[in-house]
Nanobody, 123 residues
Framework: QVQLVESGGGLVQAGGSLRLSCAASGSIFTLNGMRWYRQAPGKQRELVAGISSHGSTVYADSAKGRFTISRDNAKNTVYLQMNSLKPEDTAVYYC?????????????????WGQGTQVTVSS
């Protein structure tokens, strides 16, 4: 079993910043790609940013130039620095990852999502 714990959300005014963290623990041998998603009320969950094991990054158009994803492999943790926040960034933010367990089995995603962290941006 692998657990994901997101933190760092909160209420911030438009133009402000937040730094989200997500720690993965459990039956992990090696984490591969790590990703941040978000889900706004009444909308589907969407990919915000991703980072490979080597540090290559990808961003949704809505996040480019404002958000930065990074990771600490020693801590099995991924971060999302969010600057210039807008009211439309309001959502619950989740992380996920693909990984190998100690038996060498590859998992394309963690089956159980974490509780997420709420980000609310006021105008």
């Amino acid at each position: 079993q692998v657990q994901l714990v997101e933190s760092g959300g909160g209420l911030v005014q438009a133009g402000g910043s937040l730094r989200l963290s997500c720690a993965a623990s459990g039956s992990i041998f090696t984490l591969n790609g790590m990703r941040w998603y978000r889900q706004a009320p009444g909308k589907q969950r969407e990919l915000v940013a991703g980072i490979s094991s080597h540090g290559s990054t990808v961003y949704a158009d809505s996040a480019k130039g404002r958000f930065t994803i990074s990771r600490d492999n020693a801590k099995n943790t991924v971060y999302l620095q969010m600057n210039s926040l807008k009211p439309e960034d309001t959502a619950v933010y989740y992380c996920n990852a693909d990984y190998w367990d100690h038996s060498g089995t590859y998992y394309p995603a963690v089956a159980s999502w974490g509780q997420g962290t709420q980000v609310t941006v006021s105008s």
